[in-house]
């Protein structure tokens, strides 16, 4: 049974950890620093409760006028939406509208500089301490270049996704609990990439890499998977088969999905729902149907000419198709 609970640093100073009841034992038996099972599981309540809940309705996730400024530039202006239930979001626009600092804003590894955000009842923008660390350890993080250790094994890197909930000894010593072990690999059972349980995570592809990025999310047990641009350093097979097991952690666990997305194509096929930003503000908020060519064009900023190849990171491979084309016809001549 996992318990979470927050103890006295042995030089002053509240931390949280989070550990099973023998491990708690043995910190204990270790120094005799550490105040008792009992008491550190009442100090647990008494930080949970400490955040009122806020009435809003059957909404899961409340986004008010949220905003982010750096100096004169608006990154982020006002964003407002809700949704109600665990959906699967795409966010698309191009360089620059703001896609990363919203989510950044989200998981509060940024501050918002106004508005509101509310998942589940609680205003997220005013956790501190131990309730913002169970916050972030609610939300898992994807990113484009995985953000893995390369040299260290598949199933430690997935071990890695416990962390927010480890004591500090037992991840200076990567101790991790036989339950947590047996987990990480049923996880990499379920996403096809058990056999690479004991290689280096440096050793696989970025495909395969990414997947284990998301056991790795996937061992959090979060509320929530935010992953930014998780598909723009793949080949389309596997950004086919990574944006498969989002869609599967969504649907069978029931876990809301936002995603940062380059093609409005991956988009349609995968999301629910799909938000466009344009200069930090939000511009489209419909179904993969509504979104039609048009309504990519206002998202984009773009003219007539607009292509949906070229769908913001997308130029790039879309350049590269172009040079490739050049080459040829020079070979060719
Ligand atoms: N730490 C920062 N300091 C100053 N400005 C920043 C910072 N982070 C982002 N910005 C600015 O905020 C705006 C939005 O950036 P953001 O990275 O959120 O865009 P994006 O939609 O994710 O773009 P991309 O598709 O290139 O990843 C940009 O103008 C960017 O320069
Ligand atoms: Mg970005």
Known sequence: ??????????????????????????????????????????????????????????????????????????AVDRVTFSVDGPKMIGIIGRSGAGKSTFLRMMNRLTDASSGKLIFNGRNVLS????????????????????????????????????????????????????????????????LGIAQHAAKRAEALSGGQQQRVAIARAVMQDPKIVLADEPIASLDP?????????????????????????????TARRYCDRIIGMRDGRMVFDGTPEQLTTGAARDIYGAGADFSEATTSTEIRSHDTVVET????????V
């Open 325 to 332: 084309e050049i080459r040829a016809a020079e070979v060719r």
């Open 1 to 74: 049974m996992l318990i979470e609970v927050a103890y006295p640093r042995p030089r002053g100073g509240a931390r949280r950890i989070a550990a099973n009841a023998s491990r708690i034992a043995y910190l204990q038996g270790a120094g005799g620093r550490y105040k008792t099972f009992e008491i550190l599981s009442q100090k647990l309540v008494a930080t949970r409760v400490r955040s009122p809940r806020l009435d809003v309705g059957d909404n899961m996730l409340v986004v008010e006028e949220l905003t982010k400024t750096f100096g004169a530039n608006t």
């Open 127 to 190: 956790l501190k301490g131990a309730e913002r660390r169970a916050w972030q350890s609610d939300c898992a993080m994807i990113f484009q270049q995985f953000n893995l250790v390369p040299r260290m094994d598949v199933v430690s890197n997935v071990l890695h996704g416990t962390l927010g909930r480890q004591s500090t000894v037992a991840t200076m010593f990567n101790l991790f609990a036989r339950e947590d072990i047996h987990k990480a690999i049923d996880i990499l059972e379920r």
């Open 237 to 265: 097979m596997n950004a086919q088969q990574v944006m498969q097991d989002l869609r599967r952690i969504h649907e069978e666990d029931g876990r809301m999905v936002i995603a940062n997305l380059h093609t409005l194509d």
